[in-house]
């Protein structure tokens, strides 16, 4: 080298007509720490004191930390106009580079550069090419002891970095699509056998897309800076990232960098088959603030362990972030919510393994629902299975209304592990001007297709009419009460083991072998009897704006099968008590409507629109009855008797006297829903014309 750089010298210093070209070629050639291999240079002089000095090699070495980032550099051709060659200083105040690189494109790059023989020193700058649409410009400098060098990129276009980054073989989506444009420095300085690289970057109003919108941002303002150090194994770096503009979605969870600005610092390590973050922190304003760390596999990707801990949650904007799009599908997807919570999450192996929250006055509503629940604190302590004895967790609520239903204070006390729930002490719910005392409640394998479960409560009187009317029924006259014993979950069938009883219009009803096969599916499937005694049906034809009737009623719906709550067999008895000894009248109205379900409307109809009943208002009864039994969507109907033509739905008593007798024995059961909800839904009762 030092004799190819003697005869340049010689080039450069003798008489123009004397010397017009000067040719060396070497096997290889080391300068500032860069090894040129099958090289050959050749200097020009020309007239004028021009001169040009050409270098050709088949390839670069560069050192390894840099060519890792670099690529391998081949085809290098090097042109220098008008050298200047005074030992030990080699200055070349223009040259243009070509090159070919494994990573990147072709490289095509103007500058100048100088170099000193006695010190190692070396110094150059340029630019010229451009990187995604962006100028690229840079400064290199160093010496025999170290190098620093830095270049810059103004005006990247982000949807040509994607194209550019996936040359590079990085794993990113095919389907995520970039926009906006961003600026870039980089910086890499080498130090005896020391190396470390910097990097910032700078997003003004970028966005990105995939294929079906579970990933978008918009209008984004992001800085980035990173610091490495390339020569430890593994490199170690540190990470500091802000973002102040826009908004980014990632799947449910939506970030507003408008109203809470992010600002995240992290430091770790990083190989190509792992990836460790040895702690990082990220605050975003009036939202929460986060810590942790965690141990990643790259090779595949695998949380090995992590630790994240939040502080300082903070509603509404946690709800807006975290929840409001999780809960899209249910009717908690428009609250308004205040309060604040923290939680800490543990994670090994892909699976969590233990999650702390604490809520603290949390209040939500939702004004569209006449939803209310103010004053919900808890404790939750979940832990996976194997991981020690479980830790109780509480939760309680000062006040709750919602779809009709209000409730005080109220609290439970429980234990949660791994897929277990259960309930450690006794809780009383208030409802309305009752309660729901629950005495046990467990599950067990609870989102598998094994859960199982036991309830045990008792129901404290509660007026049926505001149940009713959250239910969207008319005000039922009456109380509620009884227990609920052994309610029980296992093999998709929710099963009652007691009887569910219930004191309503005077009366008194008792719902047995009860069960629902599964419950939670697509198709559940309802099994059970319902018995009532002794109803009133003033009160409840009153409740139904039926028609006035006075007297009792017992009911007997026995066999109740539904499909998807639709009911498609069952044996239903409708009768006047045996020996009951009320007053028995019926209005017109009754009359009408009843004649009608039965399959009798015209007659009646007409007899109560001519003669003498048409000044009557009411008329005696002996007894009142009515049967189906359904099977396959038809009704075989009966009533309390035979009759010529059918059968007697109302035996008359007295003076007038009127028999309602149903002539259809056969019913669509459709058909006979179709008269019900009529005879029911019609203030003015059923007038034939």
């Keep these: 080298m030092k004799r190819a750089l003697v005869l340049l010298a010689l080039g450069c210093a003798v008489p123009a007509h004397a010397i017009d070209r000067i040719q060396v070629r070497a096997a290889s050639i080391a300068v500032a720490g860069v090894q040129l291999v099958d090289a050959g240079a050749t200097l020009q002089i020309g007239g004028a004191g021009r001169s040009t000095l050409e270098l050709r090699a088949a390839r670069a070495q560069l050192p390894k930390d840099i060519e890792a980032q670099a690529g391998t550099l081949s085809a290098l051709h090097l042109q220098c106009t008008n050298p200047m060659v005074r030992e030990p200083l080699f200055d070349c105040p223009a040259f243009s580079l070509q090159a070919q690189s494994t990573r990147w494109s072709a490289l095509n790059i103007d500058g100048k550069a100088s170099y000193r023989s006695d010190s190692g020193a070396f110094a150059a700058a340029g630019g010229g090419m451009k990187i995604a649409g962006a100028p690229l410009t840079f400064t290199v400098a160093g010496n025999a002891a170290g190098m620093q060098a830095r270049l810059d990129l103004r005006g990247l276009q982000l949807a040509q970095v994607k194209e550019l980054l996936i040359a590079q073989q990085l794993p990113l989506p095919a389907d995520l699509a970039f926009t906006g444009v961003g600026d870039l420095e980089a910086g890499i300085v080498q130090q005896g056998e020391r190396t470390t690289a910097s990097i910032s970057l700078s997003l003004g109003d970028a966005g990105f897309q995939n294929a079906d919108f579970t990933a978008i941002g918009e209008k984004l303002a992001i800085t980035a800076a990173a610091t490495a150090d390339l020569t430890s194994t593994p490199i170690n770096f540190e990470l500091q990232l802000a973002g102040s503009k826009g908004q980014a979605l990632a799947g449910p969870v939506l970030l507003d960098f408008d109203r809470n600005p992010l600002q995240l610092q992290a430091s770790g390590s990083y190989s190509p088959e792992a990836l460790q973050i040895a702690s990082f922190r990220s605050q975003q304003r009036d939202m929460a603030t986060m810590t942790g760390s965690a141990q990643l596999g790259l090779a595949p990707f695998a949380i090995k362990a992590a630790s994240v801990q939040a502080a300082d949650i903070q509603f509404p904007a946690a709800y807006a972030s975290y929840l409001q799009l999780a809960l899209a599908t249910t009717p908690f997807n428009q609250l308004t919510a205040t309060g604040n919570a923290g939680m800490s999450v543990e994670l090994r192996n892909n699976l969590p393994t233990q999650l702390d929250l604490t809520v603290k006055d949390l209040a939500f509503s939702d004004a569209s629902r006449s939803l209310e629940v103010q004053g919900v604190n808890s404790e939750l302590h979940w832990t996976a299975a194997l991981t020690g004895p479980p830790r109780p967790s509480w ?264 028999d309602i007798i149903g002539n259809n024995q056969r019913v669509d059961w459709p058909v006979f829903m179709a008269q019900v909800k009529d005879a029911l839904s019609n203030p003015e009762g059923i007038h034939v014309q």
């Excluded at 439970?412 to 450690?424: A, E, K, M, P």
């Excluded at 009623?553 to 498609?568: I, K």
């Excluded at 009843?594 to 009864?621: E, M, N, P, T």
Aim: glycine content about 14%.
């Design 395 to 658: 939760l309680s609520w000062e006040n709750s209304q919602g779809w009709g239903i209000s409730g005080a204070r109220a609290r439970l006390d429980f234990l949660v592990q791994d897929r277990d729930f259960r309930l450690t002490k006794p809780a009383r719910l208030p409802f309305f001007d009752g309660a729901l005392l629950i005495n046990t409640l467990s599950a067990e394998q609870i989102g598998s297709d094994a859960i199982s479960g036991v309830f045990d409560a008792v129901i404290e009187p509660i007026s049926v009419e505001p149940i009713a009317k959250a239910a969207g029924l008319p005000g039922f006259a009456g109380r509620l009460s009884g227990r609920i014993p052994g309610l029980t979950y296992k093999d998709k069938v929710l099963t009652l083991q007691g009887n569910l009883e219930a004191d309503v219009f005077d009366g008194h009803v008792v719902a047995s072998n009860l069960r629902v096969r599964e419950p939670l599916g697509a198709w559940p499937r309802l099994y059970g009897d319902i018995i009532a005694r002794n109803l009133d049906l003033q009160l409840l034809t009153s409740t139904f704006e039926f028609g006035s009737i006075t007297g009792k009623l017992d009911v007997d719906l026995t066999g109740l099968e539904t499909f998807n709550w639709s009911p498609v067999a069952f044996d239903l008895v409708l009768a006047t008590p045996g020996g009951d000894r009320s007053k028995h009248r019926i209005s017109q109205r009754a009359v009408q409507n009843i004649s009608d379900i039965g399959g009798g409307g015209g007659g009646v109809a007409a007899a109560l629109h001519c003669g003498a009943l048409k000044f009557f208002d009411d008329f005696g009864y002996d007894c009142i009855g009515l049967s189906c039994r359904l099977r396959n969507d038809v009704c075989q109907m009966g009533g309390v008797g035979a009759a010529k033509s059918g059968f007697y739905i109302v035996k008359g008593k007295g003076v007038p006297r009127i």
